[in-house]
């Protein structure tokens, strides 16, 4: 759907849970200290990664917890609505500061943890009865390779603009099936992104809107988002389409390499995602305890 050094750091209070230790790579949330310098540069561009993927997706409200980012955005995408962990744990009762927070927003309590969260806060989580949620992948590939592979496919044209308009929003809710106020966080989210955007549309000859997605670039990679495709289009080769636009597009940046963020059981996406040349390169899911209010999605 795109983001430290595993330094000890201690939760206080009673029943509070406590996480230390190395992060590196491995399942996400659970990184075991790597050996050489292989894992050494595969840790670090998933910490660039993951960062690259926060600057993609401005909240509308951010407070830093040490390194770590509190998010919240009228409870709209768990991504906009959740405590971004990577980087160093937190000194003092970290749990109880982020809960605090959402606490006030009337948001439940919700954790992203991935491959570069530092080892123990999964478990931490775990412990204290966050249950896991909407585990993902994030994807990398090549932009040369997916603009090689997609399909020109003369069906349809794309319109690339810089900023997300009231039409395309409209649009995006549309497709996606959402209630329309949610527009209005949609509107912020978008607005908010400070690195290169483009705000992509597929149409047919008579001008419909056949396909939609946003691509933001930033210290040479370009991160790929909101791929929705009109029910009556699918099938027809408006996804690859579209990405070819976009890796065209990053290429005009400076990008070289193109991320995104996949929901592992969307085998149809996965698909298409590795035909282009995309490969998992680490993973990522979310902890949350309470029940998910409507709306509140990866």
């Not at 050996?35 to 993927?53: F, K, M, P, Y």
């Not at 509107?187 to 008579?206: N, S, V």
């Not at 996406?269 to 282009?276: E, V």
Request: glycine share 12%; charged share 25%.
């Amino acid at each position: 759907m795109a983001e430290p050094d595993g330094r000890s750091g201690a939760a206080g209070g009673e029943g509070r849970p406590a996480a230390s230790g190395a992060a590196g790579g491995g399942a996400a949330g659970n990184g075991a200290a790597g050996s050489g310098a292989a894992e050494s540069d595969r840790q670090r561009e998933v910490r660039l990664l993951e960062e690259l993927a926060a600057n993609a997706w401005a909240p509308y409200t951010s407070q830093a917890l040490g390194a770590w980012r509190l998010r919240a955005t009228f409870g709209v995408t768990m991504r906009a609505n959740s405590v971004w962990t990577v980087g160093d744990v937190p000194e003092g009762d970290w749990l109880a500061a982020a809960e605090t927070f959402y606490r006030r927003r009337g948001l439940p309590s919700c954790f992203f943890v991935s491959d570069g969260t530092p080892d123990g806060v999964d478990d931490a989580l775990a412990a204290a009865g966050y249950e896991k949620r909407f585990p993902c992948f994030l994807m990398t590939g090549a932009a040369d390779e997916t603009l090689r592979r997609a399909s020109e496919n003369g069906r349809f044209e794309v319109v690339l603009e810089e900023e997300a308009d009231d039409a395309w929003i409209a649009d995006f809710i549309r497709l996606e099936g959402f209630e329309p106020a949610r527009a209005a966080a949609y509107r912020h989210i978008f607005g908010a992104i400070g690195p290169p955007k483009a705000f992509a549309r597929l149409t047919t000859p008579d001008g419909a809107t056949a396909a939609l997605a946003t691509v933001v670039a930033e210290r040479g990679y370009a991160g790929v988002s909101n791929v929705i495709v009109a029910p009556d289009r699918r099938r027809q080769g408006a996804a690859e389409r579209l990405m070819g636009a976009l890796a065209a597009w990053a290429k005009a940046q400076g990008a070289v390499t193109l991320w995104l963020q996949v929901v592992e059981d969307n085998a149809p996406a996965l698909a298409l995602y590795r035909k282009l040349g995309f490969e998992p390169r680490s993973r990522f899911h979310y902890r949350q305890r309470a029940v998910l209010p409507d709306g509140l999605r990866c």
